[in-house]
């Protein structure tokens, strides 16, 4: 069953803009992460951001996550044509260490 | 990839018949996992394992069972493949260092039944 829900399903930019791509969930969570996913290949995790944290960083990636809303978003900055890919929020919750994958936002960079 | 060999990449078979699929692992890591990832789904968790002969049930494991006998390796069996299993099947694998909760995948197997 899916927890976390990303939005939007898709998304179409210029290089050089930024991406936006959020992701609610459900019920309380130990932590969120999200991963990429390039077209043919296994999932890459990106980054992990715990319920205690307000904010974290990677490179030109920076993940928010607002438990009072329940939801997260990831900013890619200055985006590329090589960030064109399909990333997934992915929610660890109660006593399970195995996190649940969301259906993931398809993103394109046109150069 | 994480170091996660997936065997075969590609496989088309036929309805009725077992499938094995094989992970490969080279650095001891504890805990492995299979999914599912099917379009409008999303990736969906099979069965995992966190070590020699402990398996686990995930949320779409009808018509699947794993075996584990070494660490390296985690089995994926297909008894009798039906349409409806046909998918690209994902290996992950939780590094000891980080914990559980954090997963890499290997590259997939696409697998097509007739």
């Known amino acids: 069953s899916q927890q976390g829900e990303e939005d939007p399903q898709a998304l179409s930019i210029q290089e050089g803009e930024n991406a936006t791509m959020n992701c609610s969930y459900k019920?309380?969570?130990?932590?969120l992460q999200w991963y990429r996913q390039n077209s043919g290949r296994g999932l890459v995790h990106l980054i992990l951001?715990?319920?205690?944290?307000r904010e974290k960083h990677s490179g030109r990636l920076r993940v928010t996550l607002d438990t009072s809303k329940k939801s997260s978003s990831l900013l890619i900055t200055a985006s590329r044509a090589a960030d064109t890919a399909s990333y997934f929020c992915?929610?660890?919750?109660?006593?399970?260490?195995?996190?649940?994958f969301g259906r993931g936002t398809s993103l394109i960079v046109h150069p | 990839d994480a170091g996660i060999t997936q065997s075969p990449r590609h496989k088309v078979t036929e309805t009725g018949t077992p499938v094995t699929l094989r992970c490969h692992q080279t650095?001891?890591?504890?805990?492995m996992y299979w999914y599912r990832q099917d379009p409008g789904h999303g990736l969906r968790l099979i069965h995992y394992?966190?070590?020699?002969?402990?398996?686990d049930k995930g949320e779409v494991s009808d018509g699947y069972s794993v075996s584990r006998s070494k660490t390296e390796d985690f089995l994926l069996t297909l008894e009798s493949a039906t349409s409806s299993q046909t998918s690209v099947y994902f290996c992950?694998?939780?590094?000891?260092?980080?914990?559980?909760?954090?997963?890499?995948f290997g590259p997939g197997t696409r697998l097509t039944v007739l």
């Open positions: 951001i715990r319920s205690n944290e």
């Open positions: 394992s966190y070590g020699v002969k402990d398996t």
């Open positions: 992915a929610t660890v919750s109660g006593g399970s260490y195995i996190p649940t």
């Open positions: 019920t309380s969570i130990n932590n």
């Open positions: 650095e001891n890591h504890r805990y």
């Open positions: 992950a694998i939780s590094p000891n260092r980080e914990g559980p909760d954090t997963q890499y």
